[in-house]
């Protein structure tokens, strides 16, 4: 199979088409996972109750009468 540097008129392979040979495809590096939001479901469900969260006031009732 011909390579991208060589020719059928020379005897050795082109210097770059040496190095493609060589070479190895990039790889992306894999990012790195964080552990240490690692809270249990009971610290979870703890966070997330009604007392953590402020409340609002109560809104007035809705008049019922059309305008």
């Not at 996972?33 to 109750?49: F, G, I, N, P």
């Amino acid at each position: 199979i011909p390579g991208i540097y060589n020719s059928p008129f020379r005897q050795a392979p082109d210097p770059w088409e040496l190095r493609l040979q060589k070479a190895k495809p990039l790889t992306h590096p894999k990012p790195k996972v964080r552990q240490e939001y690692s809270a249990s479901l009971s610290d979870w469900l703890a966070c997330t109750s009604a007392r953590s969260f402020p409340r609002s006031d109560i809104l007035p009732p809705i008049n019922k009468k059309c305008q």
